[in-house]
């Protein structure tokens, strides 16, 4: 699997999981800065998830969940998508939108490796279901519709459900209620950032490639959500919480991530242009993110 290392781009323009404007402008503007970047391997291939209009009047939902319907479609595509381009043996980077992908991403590399580990680099564990969701966010749901938590057709977009075990929290530090108990109930796999910073990146780093041996994990998919850094590096996103990664917890990360078992996938979301500054600092280093996770691993 994977022998080639060319890049499959996938471009998600979405902000329905998010109910908030702005993350809808980041695959393009995304893509146009790597294409320009010569340190950016070469993209083989390029496919556009078509993001419609929201109907007129969107049907309701017993759970109130927000844009429900066109979630579903989206992410359906998104899956199909995904496992064609790693059946395809090529490497994986979507570009988002919210992280409401992460939905349609992770379904197409368990299509592809039913036993795939997955670090989701958040500051939150997105694992509500939709009663235990505050905000009827989709992107606060995706874990849970992966685990096959939730009710709603979520919960049939992943054929296959990943187990609780083969996903791994780097960066979470704000945890719901219905959240918390899922953790301490399942014993899952939660490497806060105070845990992080009391330890070092590099030790978290060794922990995660204990227990990725320890489930016989092959393949990893990264889901890299902006937020999981500190506000004061990266404003430019909606759900901000403090007391984040900083450069120095990054730089560890993707230096080690090589001694993992080998990355398939990366999806990259979040990141909200409209709340960038006039020069762009965060789009920068959106950049500089991308060159060092794919370094290892294209090119
Ligand atoms: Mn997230």
Same mark, same amino acid.
């Given at each position: 699997m994977n022998?080639? +290392?060319?890049?499959? &781009? *996938?471009?998600?323009?979405?902000w329905y999981g998010s109910d908030i404007h702005g993350m809808e402008q980041a695959p393009d503007i995304l893509r146009?800065? *790597?294409?320009?970047? =010569?340190?950016?391997?070469?993209?083989?291939?390029?496919?556009? *998830?078509?993001?419609?209009?929201?109907?007129?009047n969107e049907p309701d939902n017993i759970w109130n969940v927000k844009h429900l319907e066109s979630i579903?479609?989206? +992410? #359906?595509?998104?899956?199909?998508?995904?496992s064609q381009q790693l059946a395809a043996k090529r490497f994986v980077l979507t570009l988002g939108g919210d992280h409401s992908i992460g939905i349609g991403t992770v379904s197409g590399s368990l299509m592809h490796?039913? =036993?795939?580990?997955?670090?989701?680099?958040?500051? !939150?564990c997105d694992m509500n279901t939709e009663t235990s969701s505050p905000t009827c966010r989709i992107h606060g749901m995706p874990i849970a519709a992966l685990m096959g938590l939730c009710q709603s057709p979520l919960n049939d977009i992943p054929t296959c459900h990943i187990k609780p075990e083969n996903i791994f929290w780097?960066?979470?530090? $704000?945890?719901?209620?219905?959240?918390?108990?899922?953790?301490? #109930? &399942?014993?899952?796999?939660?490497?806060?950032?105070? !845990?992080?910073?009391?330890?070092?990146?590099?030790?978290?780093?060794?922990? &995660? #490639?204990?227990?990725m041996?320890?489930?016989? *994990?092959?393949?990893? !998919?990264?889901?890299? $959500?902006?937020?999981?850094?500190?506000?004061?590096?990266?404003?430019?996103t909606s759900v901000r919480v403090a007391d984040?990664?900083?450069?120095?917890?990054?730089?560890?990360?993707?230096?080690?991530?090589?001694?993992?078992?080998k990355m398939i996938a990366l999806d990259f979301v979040e990141y909200n242009p409209l709340l960038d500054n006039e020069q762009k600092d965060c789009e920068q280093l959106a950049v500089l993110f991308l060159k060092q996770l794919l370094t290892a691993y294209v090119g």
């Open positions: 022998e080639t +290392n060319d890049i499959a &781009l *996938i471009c998600v323009p979405i146009a800065a *790597i294409s320009d970047s =010569n340190s950016i391997p070469t993209v083989a291939t390029t496919t556009e *998830i078509p993001v419609d209009e929201l109907p007129q579903v479609v989206i +992410n #359906r595509q998104l899956a199909s998508a995904v490796d039913k =036993n795939v580990g997955v670090i989701w680099f958040d500051a !939150h780097v960066g979470a530090r $704000d945890l719901d209620p219905g959240e918390q108990e899922l953790a301490e #109930r &399942l014993h899952l796999h939660i490497y806060s950032t105070k !845990h992080i910073h009391q330890v070092g990146m590099k030790a978290v780093m060794e922990e &995660l #490639r204990k227990e041996t320890k489930q016989g *994990i092959e393949h990893l !998919h990264l889901s890299f $959500d902006v937020d999981a850094f500190d506000p004061k590096l990266f404003p430019a984040g990664l900083w450069m120095d917890d990054f730089d560890t990360f993707a230096t080690l991530l090589p001694t993992l078992p």
